[in-house]
Nanobody, 117 residues
Framework: QVQLVESGGGLVQAGGSLRLSCAASGIIFSINAMGWYRQAPGKQRELVAVIISGGSTNYADSVKGRFTISRDNAKNTVYLQMNSLKPEDTAVYYC???????????WGQGTQVTVSS
């Protein structure tokens, strides 16, 4: 079993910054990919950013140039640095990890990010 614990959400004014963290623990031999998704009220969950084992990254068009995903392999932790935040970034942000040879995907409990105008 693998657990993902997120932290770093909160309330920030438009133009501000936040840094989310997600630490994975449990029976982990390898991490294939870790990423961040978000879900705003009344909307479907969407991919924000992902980083795969080799270090390649992918971002949603809406956050390119503003958000940066990074990973500390020694700590099995992924970060999301969010700059120039906009009210439309308001959502619950979920951490996601695909681990081990079986490629099982796990989710965190979510952390609220609210951007006021």
């Amino acid at each position: 079993q693998v657990q993902l614990v997120e932290s770093g959400g909160g309330l920030v004014q438009a133009g501000g910054s936040l840094r989310l963290s997600c630490a994975a623990s449990g029976i982990i031999f390898s991490i294939n990919a870790m990423g961040w998704y978000r879900q705003a009220p009344g909307k479907q969950r969407e991919l924000v950013a992902v980083i795969i084992s080799g270090g390649s990254t992918n971002y949603a068009d809406s956050v390119k140039g503003r958000f940066t995903i990074s990973r500390d392999n020694a700590k099995n932790t992924v970060y999301l640095q969010m700059n120039s935040l906009k009210p439309e970034d308001t959502a619950v942000y979920y951490c996601n990890a695909n681990v081990n040879r079986r490629g099982i995907t796990y989710w965190g409990q979510g952390t609220q990010v609210t951007v006021s105008s």
